[in-house]
């Protein structure tokens, strides 16, 4: 069995910022994570990636945050999902208070 793509979506939020989400299921976990899915969400406004989920192969699942990198634990799709919308929220209160 190969990667079978599950998901490939760019969402629109302003003229200046836009969320991608790739994901795929994939015959075997990737070295560095404990589940069968390889994912790539990014948050880009202006041009910055300045939010980004993924997982690489023995790096496993992790989030950048602005500048800051750390671990992710991964549960299910949905909660990812729900996590990188939640931190999108976030960014955009955050910026729209500065």
Not at 1 to 6: D, G, N, R, Y
Not at 62 to 71: I, T
Request: proline share 4%; hydrophobic share 35%; no cysteine.
């Amino acid at each position: 069995m190969k990667a079978t793509e599950l998901l490939r979506r760019r969402i629109p939020y302003t003229e200046a910022a836009f969320a991608e989400l790739v994901l795929w299921q994939l015959p075997a976990p990737l070295p560095g994570s404990s589940h069968s899915y390889k994912y790539r969400l990014a948050y880009v406004v202006a041009g910055v990636s300045v939010l980004r989920y993924d997982n690489e192969s023995g790096k496993g699942d992790h989030r950048h945050f602005r500048d800051k990198e750390s671990r992710y634990a991964f549960d299910d799709v949905d909660k990812l999902l729900a996590s990188f919308q939640r931190d999108i929220e976030r960014i955009n209160r955050e910026d729209s208070d500065s």
